[in-house]
């Protein structure tokens, strides 16, 4: 690899060729602030906060979008380059309303942050703001059907508008009219219809555009713990960030409070999904399973897992007594590789060495309607781990490609060939695709005992004999292989509901009440059994893969910047978020770091 | 249109923008002849770079009804391949693009600094006070929409007012009251002042004449 040398601040950077100032600046860990510059899109060069002095040029430079070059000497805190980007601070906040206490950025804002650090002390604004759309809270519109814009506070940085042109292939915002009055809009202003939208909440460096779902739910300092995990409602796996609200005192324990992507090159990058962000309400909603079941009658009672496991064992023994293979399974797509792991013990263990033919995978596709030119694609399977279970042996059929075919399932349930039909379905509701047939062959009759292992009341559960409430993927540690056939890990960010337990659980204790051996106490120990069964594969070191846990963050900042997380995470480390603290000047005399105001005008 | 989680208030319009949107416009379409001039135009652009004709395209578009409607803007995105918010970025950016109906003279007033040193708010008063309009408004009669735009290129005549295409310099308020009643009077032709003129075979040519 081809490299230049510069130095900054008086220190040797080293960086690859072509590498911009402010990247190798971030690179070498030396704080520039900047806004329009974001490491997913394109650079544009308008905000100027990035200025440095570069020796031997006449003027300052947006080190955004200068190209680093052998022998540079540059200068991020020269006295110059203080005062000018406070100068550029100060004109940032001309017409920014002072919203902070009724801004859900407020907290987590790059705007607050740096004009703290790197702005002029004091406000010399006594004359009016320029306001969109009327006073006050007016400037908030709706900006399609997830977000809100509030042009008040935007700052003009157009990192939205790169982002809907380079990464969603489909420029539906743009900045009409000019100067002074220039405004982010869509056309007719019918506001962002897409399925990366959420993903401009993240980058808009203020609190411009804001998701309806998060709107006015928490605040930063509300949210104690964040947990680095993986999104797992389709076959791509992206890297999340899970954020924890933390209850009322009178309730105890968090809350999902939202989703947020986590920067994975190999994977999704800086995004994810509206689909992976928005829908984690049914993980903490109504119909989640609580306790488990049995039915009596025509009703389900709940009941103690001590009640319910000697009669379902009782039952799936009388089922599958004359002929085992009369008991199936079937199971979805979005069971863990742990689960599936001691699903097939279980089964070989019961049905011998073809025993995975009795398991019936299934998942579902959707159509993911995108741009042709989007960058980020969402895949059409919804379910995570298609290549988790056809790397495990089960059937599969057309993997990730295609749907799973039930017919032969349902024509043998329907004929009454089968006994006993065992589902497991650890996703949302619908996840197994369509088996509204199911239920009905269990009260006709043809099927003599379904039991349900999963996460929501739904129809199929109704039906059920037996309802075992299992964990959601944000409820336990798991790993899933995504469509590249990477094996990745989702870490518990919640606690379970009610006396749910985790389905790898709920599974290694049937088969021990079964007779099988099954000596595995924690979702660890499944993982180090499925390495060692699984040498010279992806699956290899399963047990060495990172889980997290919800860290109460260094410091409230730390924890609740989500558009800036990965890059306290990984590049600002001594830049402290600590107000009217900055490192820009530290050691330096105050002489040297006042920056004087002066009056504008003559007032009495 | 896409997935899009059920949100406890999407149904309801909760905060609409106030944002003057351009008229919808009825259906939109380049007439042959304009049709074939701007395919003709584009040829001068990489087909990576087809964007650069939007300026063309938009001034034929106008060229039809006079301003731009949504339903204009559409087509001319649809000719250009890109999408009709970035049209609209371009049409909102130029004030010689206009989204509401105009006069058949558009005065342009420049503002900027040369101009407003050598009196030019006195001239925009003047119009104000003869033509009884506000900057940004048509009279009623449809001749005249007054605009204040910056900077016309022509600072060493300050001040500057630009008719349609036509420059007219030197203006001081006295000459304003003269200069509307020789437009409404005889049109473009009586105008004084050196200025670019088109001519008619639509060259451009500089032309003194006082
Ligand atoms: S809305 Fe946000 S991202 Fe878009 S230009 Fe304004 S500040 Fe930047
Ligand atoms: S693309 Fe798939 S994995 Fe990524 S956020 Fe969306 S649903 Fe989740
Ligand atoms: S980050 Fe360099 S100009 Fe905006
Ligand atoms: S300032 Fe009026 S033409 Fe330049």
């Known amino acids: 690899?081809?490299?230049?040398?510069?130095?900054?601040?008086?220190?040797?950077?080293?960086?690859?060729?072509?590498?911009?100032?402010?990247?190798?600046?971030?690179?070498?860990?030396?704080?520039?602030?900047?806004?329009?510059?974001?490491?997913?899109?394109?650079?544009?060069?308008?905000?100027?906060?990035?200025?440095?002095?570069?020796?031997?040029?006449?003027?300052?430079?947006?080190?955004?979008?200068?190209?680093?070059?052998?022998?540079?000497?540059?200068?991020?805190?020269?006295?110059?380059?203080?005062?000018?980007?406070?100068?550029?601070?100060?004109?940032?906040?001309?017409?920014?309303?002072?919203?902070?206490?009724?801004?859900?950025?407020?907290?987590?804002?790059?705007?607050?942050?740096?004009?703290?650090?790197?702005?002029?002390?004091?406000?010399?604004?006594?004359?009016?703001?320029?306001?969109?759309?009327?006073?006050?809270?007016?400037?908030?519109?709706?900006?399609?059907?997830?977000?809100?814009?509030?042009?008040?506070?935007?700052?003009?940085?157009?990192?939205?508008?790169?982002?809907?042109?380079?990464?969603?292939?489909?420029?539906?915002?743009?900045?009409?009219?000019?100067?002074?009055?220039?405004?982010?809009?869509?056309?007719?202003?019918?506001?962002?219809?897409?399925?990366?939208?959420?993903?401009?909440?993240?980058?808009?460096?203020?609190?411009?555009?804001l998701t309806r779902d998060y709107r006015f739910k928490s605040r930063p300092w509300d949210n104690p713990g964040v947990v680095d995990t993986m999104c797992t409602l389709c076959s791509k796996g992206c890297s999340t960030s899970a954020w924890l609200k933390a209850r009322p005192e009178w309730a105890k324990g968090t809350q999902l409070i939202r989703m947020t992507p986590r920067f994975n090159p190999e994977v999704n990058n800086y995004w994810m999904c509206d689909i992976g962000r928005f829908t984690y309400h049914w993980v903490e909603g109504d119909t989640r399973l609580r306790r488990p079941m049995v039915r009596r009658g025509s009703a389900l009672e709940p009941a103690a897992w001590h009640d319910v496991e000697p009669p379902l064992r009782g039952r799936l023994q009388e089922a599958g007594s004359t002929d085992p293979s009369s008991v199936r399974f079937l199971v979805s797509a979005h069971a863990s590789t742990e689960e599936l792991f001691v699903l097939k013990q279980l089964v070989r263990g019961l049905l011998g060495s073809d025993g995975l033919s009795a398991v019936t995978i299934a998942w579902t596709r959707s159509n993911k309607p995108q741009s042709a030119a989007a960058k980020f694609k969402v895949p059409a399977t919804d379910a995570p781990n298609v290549n988790g279970a056809r790397d495990l042996g089960y059937r599969v059929g057309p993997g990730t490609d295609g749907l799973p075919d039930l017919l032969p399932l349902r024509d043998a349930v329907e004929a009454g060939r089968v006994k006993a039909v065992y589902v497991l379905d650890p996703g949302p509701d619908g996840s197994l695709g369509d088996v509204s047939w199911l239920g009905p062959a269990r009260r006709s009759g043809a099927l003599g005992l379904l039991v349900v292992q999963g996460v929501v009341m739904n129809e199929l559960a109704a039906a059920a004999d037996f309802v075992?409430?299992?964990?959601?993927?944000?409820?336990?540690?798991?790993?899933?292989?995504?469509?590249?056939?990477?094996?990745?890990?989702a870490s518990r960010a919640i606690g379970l509901p009610g006396e749910a337990r985790e389905d790898w659980d709920i599974l290694a204790s049937l088969a021990r009440s079964l007779g099988l051996a099954m000596p595995y106490e924690s979702s660890h120990d499944v993982r180090r059994a499925l390495a060692a069964s699984m040498p010279g594969t992806a699956y290899a070191q399963a047990d060495t893969l990172v889980f997290t846990r919800p860290v109460p963050a260094r410091n409230w900042l730390q924890a609740s910047n989500p558009s800036e997380r990965w890059k306290w995470d990984f590049l600002y480390q001594d830049l402290p978020p600590v107000k009217g603290y900055s490192v820009q000047t530290e050691g330096m005399p105050p002489e040297a770091v006042f920056i004087p105001l002066k009056p504008v005008g003559v007032r009495s | 249109m896409s997935f899009h989680p059920p949100m406890e208030y999407a149904p309801a319009r909760f905060h609409k923008s106030a944002r003057p949107l351009p008229e919808a416009g009825g259906e939109f379409a380049f007439t042959p002849e304009n049709q074939a001039k701007f395919d003709e135009n584009v040829k001068r652009y990489p087909p990576d770079q087809r964007k650069s004709a939007i300026l063309y395209a938009l001034y034929l578009a106008q060229g039809r009804q006079g301003y731009l409607t949504a339903a204009a803007m559409r087509h001319v995105a649809q000719q250009i391949g890109c999408t009709a918010a970035e049209v609209e970025d371009v049409v909102s950016y130029y004030t010689m693009f206009f989204t509401k109906p105009v006069g058949k003279y558009v005065i342009n007033v420049c503002r900027t600094l040369s101009c407003a040193l050598r009196g030019?708010?006195?001239?925009?008063?003047?119009?104000?006070?003869?033509?009884?309009?506000?900057?940004?408004?048509?009279?009623?009669?449809?001749?005249?929409?007054?605009?204040?735009?910056?900077?016309?290129?022509?600072?060493?005549?300050?001040?500057?007012?630009?008719?349609?295409?036509?420059?007219?310099?030197?203006?001081?308020?006295?000459?304003?009251?003269?200069?509307?009643?020789?437009v409404r009077a005889r049109g473009r032709a009586a105008l004084t002042g050196c200025h670019l003129r088109k001519e008619k075979n639509g060259h451009e040519q500089l032309t003194v004449d006082s």
């Open chain 1, 468 to 489: 075992l409430p299992g964990a959601t993927y944000v409820e336990k540690d798991a790993i899933y292989t995504n469509d590249q056939g990477r094996v990745q890990a």
């Open chain 1, 1 to 209: 690899m081809e490299t230049v040398t510069l130095t900054i601040d008086g220190r040797q950077v080293t960086v690859a060729k072509g590498r911009t100032l402010l990247q190798a600046a971030i690179e070498a860990g030396i704080s520039v602030p900047y806004y329009c510059y974001h490491p997913g899109i394109s650079i544009d060069g308008s905000c100027r906060v990035c200025i440095v002095k570069i020796e031997k040029m006449p003027k300052l430079q947006t080190s955004c979008s200068t190209v680093c070059a052998d022998g540079m000497v540059v200068h991020t805190r020269d006295a110059e380059v203080i005062a000018a980007r406070a100068g550029v601070f100060e004109f940032l906040l001309v017409n920014h309303p002072l919203d902070c206490p009724v801004c859900d950025k407020g907290g987590e804002c790059p705007l607050q942050d740096f004009s703290y650090t790197f702005g002029p002390a004091e406000s010399r604004m006594d004359f009016p703001r320029r306001v969109f759309d009327g006073e006050g809270v007016k400037g908030d519109v709706d900006f399609g059907p997830t977000l809100m814009l509030n042009r008040q506070r935007c700052i003009l940085c157009t990192r939205c508008v790169r982002f809907m042109k380079e990464v969603e292939g489909d420029a539906q915002i743009g900045i009409v009219d000019r100067g002074y009055g220039s405004e982010i809009a869509t056309f007719e202003e019918r506001g962002v219809h897409s399925l990366l939208s959420g993903n401009l909440m993240d980058i808009c460096p203020v609190g411009a555009i």
């Open chain 2, 120 to 182: 030019a708010e006195r001239v925009t008063e003047e119009l104000r006070a003869k033509l009884g309009i506000a900057p940004g408004e048509t009279d009623a009669d449809g001749m005249f929409t007054l605009i204040e735009v910056e900077c016309l290129g022509a600072c060493d005549c300050a001040p500057v007012v630009m008719v349609n295409d036509d420059w007219h310099e030197h203006l001081t308020p006295e000459r304003v009251s003269q200069f509307i009643d020789d």
